[in-house]
């Protein structure tokens, strides 16, 4: 197989990723590293993106749905501490990456996603990526999948301002939801982790996104940030 100097480029700066965002922030999960640096971040994003797909930003891959940066992400994978038999939802899935990377460390992924257009080319994503293990469903990712519930993870894409109860009901007893909560309005998100144990729910705040700045969108309620702290 004949390597292209693209690939080579993308190569070395999935690489960079991790040595230069990931491990100086405190990423040393192994496990999260081997999952990031062997999905290629770039197949996940529109073309007219892909040179931007290790840069330590948040990207828009439209105007309704985030690519979270390198560093945000792995330290929302950490706060839901996947494991290998684990059965996750991913809500609001988007290009698929997220739903990717976690299929490399979980039993499997069932990936929710609104629009149509996203869903198609993230199945193809997925296709091309030679994962096998992720479903990628087009319905309302509010609704979750209750068909396939409980699930051990729920990891909810984007910034929201409430978590809506169908997805609460369908986490596992010692699931685990992962999302990033902020107020109408607020200039500060938190990157929540709740758990579920003997049927009852408690949460705890990890880290805060500063949100200043930032344009929103309040109809569709996603936001980008810029700095963590």
């Known amino acids: 197989m004949?390597?292209?100097?693209?690939e080579n480029l993308f190569k070395t700066?999935?690489?960079?990723?991790?040595l230069g965002q990931l491990i100086p922030n405190?990423?040393?999960?192994?496990?999260?590293l081997n999952a990031m640096s062997g999905i290629p971040r770039e197949q996940f994003l529109p073309e007219r993106l892909q040179s931007r797909a290790y840069s330590d930003e948040t990207i828009y891959i439209d105007d309704r749905r985030i690519l979270f940066?390198?560093?945000i992400f792995a330290r929302l994978l950490l706060l839901a501490e996947l494991n290998e038999n684990d059965f996750v939802l991913d809500v609001k899935s988007g290009s698929g990456y997220s739903a990717a990377v976690m299929a490399g460390m979980a039993k499997a992924v069932v990936a929710?996603?609104?629009d149509s257009v996203?869903?198609?080319?993230?199945q193809q994503s997925l296709i091309d990526a030679e994962i096998d293990n992720v479903a990628v469903l087009n319905q309302d990712p509010d609704k979750g999948f209750a068909s396939q519930s409980p699930f051990d993870i729920i990891f909810i894409e984007g910034i929201i301002e409430h978590i809506p109860e169908a997805l609460l009901s369908q986490l596992a007893e010692n699931g685990r939801l992962i999302c990033i909560v902020s107020e109408n309005q607020s200039r500060t998100a938190h990157a929540t982790k709740f758990v579920k144990c003997n049927g009852n729910l408690t949460h705890s705040v990890s880290f805060d996104l500063d949100?200043?700045?930032?344009r929103r969108d309040?109809?569709?309620k996603r936001f980008i940030f810029e700095t963590v702290y």
């Open 26 to 32: 405190q990423i040393n999960d192994s496990r999260i």
């Open 211 to 214: 949100l200043s700045g930032c």
């Open 218 to 220: 309040l109809s569709y």
């Open 112 to 114: 929710l996603e609104s």
């Open 118 to 122: 996203l869903c198609e080319k993230a």
């Open 2 to 6: 004949v390597i292209t100097s693209n």
């Open 69 to 71: 940066s390198p560093r």
């Open 13 to 18: 700066a999935r690489r960079n990723m991790l």
